[in-house]
């Protein structure tokens, strides 16, 4: 099971959900694993603080790995085989894509703020553009009655 995240209350929701699944399937005799993904984007102004590409795309998967160490802690993964993965791309809904794909992942569980129609299609939504791109089964973990509209998701700095 693949479980991207970006470390917000939503993803934890959704690393929850992953356990608890693995955990069930793990009783019919699968073997519970989830592997934690987290897709960074190095922005442009590396070289104006001296950086090369290189450097800059270390830096961010150093810092994301310390997220992901962090994410771990309090929650119980007694039983349950976690990987974690933390890398760079521009696109990171066909990054995960791909990874699901190569992983042979049987599921995707993503966390999702719950963006209206309209704020998705002007802000973009990961959660929409791997549903979009992808043919591996995919569920949304998301609060009951959550739901952004466009003004929000404009003013917040979420």
Do not use: W
Request: contains cysteine.
């Amino acid at each position: 099971m693949l479980v991207p995240v970006d470390f917000s209350e939503h993803a934890k929701m959704a690393f929850d959900l992953a356990l608890g699944m693995v955990r069930a399937a793990a009783s019919i005799g699968e073997k519970p694993q989830v592997t934690l993904l987290n897709v960074g984007t190095v922005g442009y102004g590396y070289k104006k603080v001296g950086l090369s590409l290189r450097e800059a795309t270390q830096q961010l998967i150093d810092k994301a790995n310390e997220q992901l160490d962090d994410f771990l802690k309090g929650v119980d993964t007694t039983g349950v085989d976690v990987e974690c993965i933390a890398m760079c791309a521009e696109d990171d809904a066909e990054a995960i894509h791909e990874l699901g794909v190569a992983r042979k992942v049987d599921m995707i569980v993503i966390g999702s703020r719950g963006l209206t129609a309209s704020a998705a299609a002007l802000l973009g939504s990961t959660t929409e553009r791997v549903l979009v791109r992808t043919a591996i089964p995919l569920l949304v973990a998301k609060r009951k009655g959550e739901t952004v509209g466009l003004l929000n998701a404009l003013l917040s700095d979420a």
